[in-house]
Each structure stands twice: as structure tokens, then as C-alpha cells.
């Protein structure tokens, strides 16, 4: 079964620098991959997805992920972070053998003023 | 367009106790399903649905019991809470079932807590 790594559950940065959040799966298949957020309180919003089109993924709020078959990765990064981005965010692949989703365990982003 | 909504969003129980934690989608989405979240574990599936009077077990379905009897409502029981079923339940639909990457809208969530 496919399943995703989330390495530093919490992940301290600084307003204006840098943010980049790994992930890594395992999966036998050509993979869908996605990332969610979770801002306190709330459920999980979609930031992107990937699914064997372009590996340079765009999505919501300035975040973006690269694909990267050979690494078995898919990082998500963000040039410049903002106070608003202190969320946990989630990795995803889906299972092909069932079409589930498998999550991974999330990183606790605090963002720094 | 409310999207899912879930209630109550928080509720104490005695162990034992029963209660069914409401779930509704206005979206006409055919997938509905219960995750539990606890902390540093992601979310687990408890059931989920592809369409009304179709059901199926996820990851952690002991305890839970679900029906569908209409697309828009898919609630969750729990027949005799125990300490171990405190945690943050999510209810999420999809149009359609999860291949080709169809995404998940959550709701809100409900907090549970069982003493």
C-alpha cells in the first residue's frame, strides 16, 4: 500500500523567509499526491495536487510542490512566509489498489513575527 | 453553498454512552466519509461511502457504525463510547469516488470526549 513520510512535526520559521515542508511516499504506481492544510480549528482545504501532469505544481496562497519521481518526493515550499500560513499541513497519496487516501502525520508550521 | 457541515462540534460522554455525530453535504456528492484525527497521527478512515445505501469499512472502523440512506447525510454512531474514541472527527465528501484524483471537501469537525 502506498503510504507518505513527513519528517519535523513542527517546523519553526521566521515572517519573509522561506518555507519548505518534505514529503516522501512509497507507492508502486504512477501516483496522485496532494497536500492540505489545516488552520486551527478548521478542516483540511486543498492547497494543490498532483496527478502525472506538469511535476511543478501551483497552488493556493503563493505555495507551490515539485514531483520528483527519482527522490520518490514531493516538498512543498513557499518563497515568503506570511503570518496567516501558522497551520499543519498534510501530505496525501492515493492508494491505487483502493483508491484511499493515505495521510501522513503532518507538519505543525509556526511562523515567527 | 454550505459545503459539509458537521454538528455538534463538541461533545463530552460518559463511557458507555451513545450518540451520533451528524454529517451533511450540499453539493450532491456521491463520496462520503468519517476520518478520526489524533495528535502526530494524520488522519485515519473510519467508513466511508460511494453513494446512498453503499457503505464500507475503512482503517479503524470498530466502534463506529454509519448508514446512507439519502446522497446529502452520512452520520456516524457510536454504540457504547470508550476513553480511546476521544478524539477530532472529520466528515469529508467527494463528487464522484476518489480515483482521478478527485479531492476531499472536510468539514469543520467535531471534538469528542470521552471520560
Known amino acids: 500500500a502506498q503510504s507518505v513520510t513527513q519528517l519535523d512535526s513542527h517546523v519553526s520559521v521566521s515572517e519573509g523567509t522561506p518555507v519548505l515542508l518534505r514529503c516522501n511516499y512509497s507507492?508502486?504506481?504512477?501516483?496522485?499526491l496532494f497536500w492540505y492544510v489545516q488552520h486551527p480549528n478548521k478542516g483540511l482545504q486543498l492547497l494543490l495536487k498532483?496527478?502525472?501532469?506538469?511535476?511543478l505544481v501551483k497552488g493556493i496562497n503563493g505555495f507551490e510542490a515539485e514531483f520528483k519521481k527519482s527522490e520518490t518526493s514531493f516538498h512543498l515550499t513557499k518563497p515568503s512566509a506570511h503570518m496567516s500560513d501558522a497551520a499543519e499541513y498534510f501530505c496525501?497519496?492515493?492508494?491505487?489498489?483502493?483508491?484511499?487516501?493515505?495521510f501522513g502525520k503532518g507538519n505543525q508550521v509556526v511562523v515567527i513575527p | 453553498n454550505a459545503g459539509v457541515t458537521q454538528t455538534p462540534k463538541f461533545q463530552v460522554l460518559k463511557t458507555g454512552q451513545s450518540m451520533t455525530l451528524q454529517c451533511a453535504q450540499d453539493?450532491?456528492?456521491?463520496?462520503m466519509s468519517w476520518y478520526r484525527q489524533d495528535p502526530g497521527m494524520g488522519l485515519r478512515l473510519i467508513h466511508y461511502?460511494?453513494?446512498?445505501?453503499?457503505?464500507d469499512q475503512g482503517e479503524v472502523p470498530n466502534g463506529y457504525n454509519v448508514s446512507r440512506s439519502t446522497t446529502e447525510d452520512f452520520p456516524l454512531r457510536l454504540l457504547s463510547a470508550a476513553p480511546s474514541q476521544t478524539s477530532v472527527y472529520f466528515c469529508?465528501?467527494?463528487?464522484?469516488?476518489?480515483?482521478?484524483?478527485?479531492?476531499?471537501?472536510f468539514g469543520a469537525g467535531s471534538r469528542l470526549t470521552v471520560l
Open positions: 469529508a465528501s467527494s463528487k464522484g469516488d476518489l480515483s482521478g484524483a478527485n479531492v476531499l471537501t
Open positions: 507507492s508502486s504506481y504512477s501516483p496522485s
Open positions: 498532483y496527478t502525472s501532469a506538469a511535476t
Open positions: 496525501v497519496v492515493r492508494n491505487y489498489g483502493n483508491n484511499r487516501l493515505a
Open positions: 453539493m450532491n456528492h456521491e463520496y
Open positions: 461511502s460511494v453513494g446512498a445505501g453503499i457503505t
